[in-house]
């Protein structure tokens, strides 16, 4: 019964469109069938209810049963802590469980306030957060209702085309209505939230493109169709990939704000628990997630009180002098290393429960900050990180072993 009222719609939509905007038959039976394909799973007998969503959904792995990758588990909590960091990239060897980790972060993240019904997640406070409408009615004064929900945290595939990633023309609206209406994508979700993409070294050239263009403006411009709109896109980035099946492209690394490594477990005895954990959360995820609510408790409250205290945490001039002269003898180009390493350290710094940073602060993430923007030597003796530490040692006075 389900299956016919859909079809019943979608007979009445064609005719409805053919009659009132004279289309020509072509563009209708085009129109159609990409409206039909995004009707399949709207039918009523695909779809739950928004109880039954809430119990079904997926379980995610706690972050607080997370054993070891704790460059990671550190880089992403300095990011929850100061979204203005820029992310955070994460390579390693395949089955590591970077995914894993990315997604059990959903936990973590807070609630903010946004506009109630708006797809841009736009800030009722902030205008350089609020999507074409909310910014026309926030400069004449309407009340915006408003509602608080927890940070978006939105999955980009290695096949997602650019008008689903960047947003087009609803052809829904376009059919029935017979007017030209935008339909937000992925970049309009993410606003204001996080943006992961698995595989990142393996995204599409055109995609990557888009994503420097949204990262370094902070905005999502579409020109299409005769559809002409700019809407705010300001998320966290977060990438992971294999190093093994390619690089990343130097503009794209740079975007990121920190650099995780990540490396398989060796010790047997921590392989064995890293195995019966999952097979324990794969057994029964409601009671392997209870066994660490009090541990993750403990960090979200940790984290909470981070953010909450990052605004009044101070750079001394002599540590933001040394930053720059670690980042200076490195020969980094540009200035984001500087900057991506002050607002971390601030960060690490709230986490500590301090209002001043000092040189443990810098130390505990001034390798995550720099490795990648270092100039590939072929002829290195050492990696990256080890160059950046040794660096570090020098111009912050410490002596390296």
């Known amino acids: 019964m389900a299956s016919v009222t859909c079809k019943a719609?979608?007979?009445?939509?064609?005719?409805?469109?053919?009659?009132?905007?004279?289309?020509?038959?072509r563009n209708v039976r085009k129109a159609v069938r990409s409206l039909r394909r995004e009707k399949i799973n709207s039918c009523p007998k695909a779809v739950s209810s928004d109880a039954e969503e809430d119990t079904t959904a997926r379980p995610v792995y706690p972050f607080a049963a997370i054993i070891g990758q704790e460059e990671m588990k550190f880089a992403a909590m300095m990011n929850i802590i100061d979204p203005n960091i820029g992310g955070i990239m994460v390579m390693g060897d395949r089955g590591t469980g970077k995914s894993t980790t990315v997604r059990s972060l959903t936990d973590l993240l807070p609630y903010i306030e946004v506009?109630?019904?708006?797809?841009?997640?736009?800030?009722?406070?902030?205008?350089?957060?609020m999507s074409p409408d909310v910014l026309a009615a926030y400069?004449?004064?309407?009340?915006?209702?408003?509602?608080?929900?927890?940070?978006?945290m939105v999955d980009l595939p290695l096949g997602a085309t650019e008008d689903r990633v960047c947003g087009?023309?609803?052809?829904?609206?376009?059919?029935?209505?017979?007017?030209?209406?935008?339909?937000?994508?992925?970049?309009?979700?993410?606003?204001?939230?996080?943006?992961?993409?698995?595989?990142?070294?393996?995204?599409?050239?055109?995609?990557?493109?888009?994503?420097?263009?949204?990262?370094?403006s902070g905005?999502?411009?579409?020109?299409?169709?005769?559809?002409?709109i700019?809407?705010?896109?300001?998320?966290?980035?977060?990438?992971?990939?294999?190093?093994?099946?390619?690089?990343?492209?130097p503009q794209l690394l740079d975007r990121f704000g920190m650099h995780a490594q990540i490396k398989t477990v060796k010790l047997p005895e921590e392989r064995v628990k890293v195995v019966e954990e999952r097979t324990a959360f794969d057994t029964d995820p409601k009671t392997f997630r209870a066994r660490y609510k009090e541990?993750?408790?403990?960090?979200?409250?940790?984290?909470?009180?981070a953010r909450t205290l990052l605004p009044e945490v101070e750079v001394p001039m002599d540590i933001r002098l040394k930053i720059s002269q670690v980042c200076a003898e490195l020969d980094v180009d540009g200035l984001r290393g500087d900057l991506v390493?002050?607002?971390?350290?601030?960060a690490a710094a709230a986490y500590r429960g301090s209002k001043v940073v000092t040189d443990e602060d810098v130390y505990s993430v001034v390798s995550l900050c720099l490795r990648h923007r270092l100039r590939k030597d072929p002829m290195a003796t050492i990696d990256e990180g080890s160059r950046v530490i040794e660096v570090f040692s020098s111009v912050f006075g410490y002596e390296t072993e």
Not at 9 to 25: D, F, M, N, P, Y
Not at 115 to 129: F, G, H, I, Q
Not at 341 to 346: E, G, P, V
């Open 9 to 25: 719609t979608l007979h009445s939509q064609r005719v409805t469109a053919r009659s009132e905007r004279g289309l020509t038959k």
């Open 230 to 249: 700019c809407h705010p896109a300001r998320f966290i980035l977060i990438g992971s990939g294999n190093p093994e099946e390619g690089e990343l492209r």
């Open 295 to 305: 541990k993750q408790d403990e960090i979200i409250d940790r984290v909470t009180r």
């Open 341 to 346: 390493t002050t607002r971390a350290s601030r």
């Open 219 to 228: 905005w999502n411009t579409v020109e299409r169709e005769g559809i002409s």
């Open 139 to 152: 400069r004449a004064k309407q009340p915006l209702e408003t509602a608080f929900v927890p940070i978006n």
């Open 115 to 129: 506009v109630a019904d708006d797809p841009y997640m736009s800030s009722p406070t902030d205008p350089n957060l």
């Open 168 to 216: 087009t023309i609803d052809i829904e609206k376009a059919l029935t209505e017979g007017t030209k209406a935008f339909e937000p994508g992925l970049l309009a979700k993410a606003n204001r939230g996080i943006l992961y993409v698995d595989e990142v070294n393996l995204l599409d050239d055109h995609l990557v493109d888009v994503l420097l263009d949204s990262a370094a």
